[in-house]
């Protein structure tokens, strides 16, 4: 059941305060999530704070609020690669500031309607965008977003004026200054913003790399700002 306001209009969930004013998540997959917390606080270091934690990694059900209690509200942690609407409750009962799923599944993206919350499901296609859009997603996330490449949200926009988009799969760090101009309300990176930082790479590396895509989004979104 949809979740609407005294007028019967959809109830769209909102981005966080920190995804509007950083406009990137940091995706992270590790052999465990034990491993997160110097990787996060690198990425800190540099701006991203808006960390999507993936189920696909081992230990991240006790490792989120042990990771929430150690950095407050200075991150915002989401739970990611969740593909049944139980695993979406039970990171919201958590304290999960948003759930990301790969997929367009309805169950998940009604239960985080109906509690308010943050949700991003993915899809490629159109009737999977407008679908995951329609049922109230906060955004949709275009997946993998490499194999349509940033011009697909100007498409998108034609017959879907109001749809708000996340990029992830294979955004690479000199992509994202495109896929902003598009209008994408932020960008999603894995691997290219990671890089080697869970194989032992020097975590100074990370924070420059961090630092660089949020410089990049900035001056994109002034640039973008300063022509309206």
Same mark, same amino acid.
């Given at each position: 059941?949809?979740?609407?306001?005294?007028?019967?209009?959809?109830?769209?969930?909102?981005?966080?305060?920190?995804?509007?004013?950083?406009?990137?998540?940091?995706?992270?997959?590790?052999?465990?999530?034990?491993?997160?917390?110097? !990787?996060?606080?690198?990425?800190?270091?540099?701006?991203?704070?808006? @960390?999507?934690?993936?189920?696909?990694?081992?230990?991240?059900?006790?490792?989120?609020?042990?990771?929430? +209690?150690?950095?407050?509200?200075?991150?915002?942690?989401?739970?990611?690669?969740?593909?049944?609407?139980?695993? +979406?409750?039970?990171?919201?009962?958590?304290? +999960?500031?948003? @759930?990301?799923?790969?997929?367009?599944?309805?169950?998940?993206?009604?239960?985080?309607?109906?509690?308010?919350? +943050?949700?991003?499901?993915?899809?490629?296609?159109?009737?999977?965008?407008?679908?995951?859009?329609?049922?109230?997603?906060?955004?949709?996330?275009?997946?993998?977003?490499?194999?349509?490449?940033?011009?697909?949200?100007?498409?998108?926009?034609?017959?879907?004026?109001?749809?708000?988009?996340?990029?992830?799969?294979?955004?690479?760090?000199?992509?994202?200054?495109?896929? !902003?101009?598009?209008?994408?309300?932020?960008?999603?990176?894995?691997?290219?913003?990671?890089?080697?930082?869970?194989?032992?790479?020097?975590?100074?590396?990370?924070?420059?790399?961090?630092?660089?895509?949020? &410089?990049?989004?900035?001056?994109?979104?002034? &640039?973008?700002?300063?022509?309206?």
């Amino acid at each position: 059941m949809q979740r609407l306001d005294d007028q019967g209009t959809l109830r769209r969930p909102a981005p966080s305060a920190i995804l509007t004013a950083t406009r990137v998540v940091a995706v992270l997959r590790a052999a465990h999530a034990s491993e997160n917390a110097p !990787i996060i606080e690198a990425l800190q270091l540099g701006g991203v704070l808006s @960390i999507e934690l993936t189920l696909s990694t081992p230990g991240v059900w006790d490792e989120l609020p042990r990771l929430q +209690a150690r950095f407050g509200d200075s991150v915002e942690f989401g739970v990611g690669t969740v593909t049944a609407a139980a695993d +979406a409750e039970t990171a919201l009962d958590l304290g +999960a500031a948003y @759930i990301v799923t790969p997929i367009t599944d309805p169950d998940i993206i009604n239960l985080c309607v109906r509690r308010g919350a +943050a949700v991003y499901p993915g899809g490629l296609t159109p009737t999977e965008l407008h679908t995951g859009w329609k049922l109230g997603a906060t955004a949709v996330k275009v997946f993998p977003a490499s194999t349509v490449g940033a011009g697909y949200v100007s498409q998108l926009r034609g017959p879907f004026p109001d749809i708000q988009v996340i990029p992830s799969g294979g955004v690479g760090i000199n992509d994202v200054p495109a896929w !902003i101009r598009a209008g994408a309300l932020a960008v999603s990176l894995g691997g290219p913003l990671l890089g080697d930082a869970f194989k032992g790479g020097d975590l100074q590396d990370l924070t420059a790399r961090a630092r660089l895509v949020r &410089e990049l989004v900035d001056r994109t979104s002034d &640039e973008l700002g300063g022509s309206q």
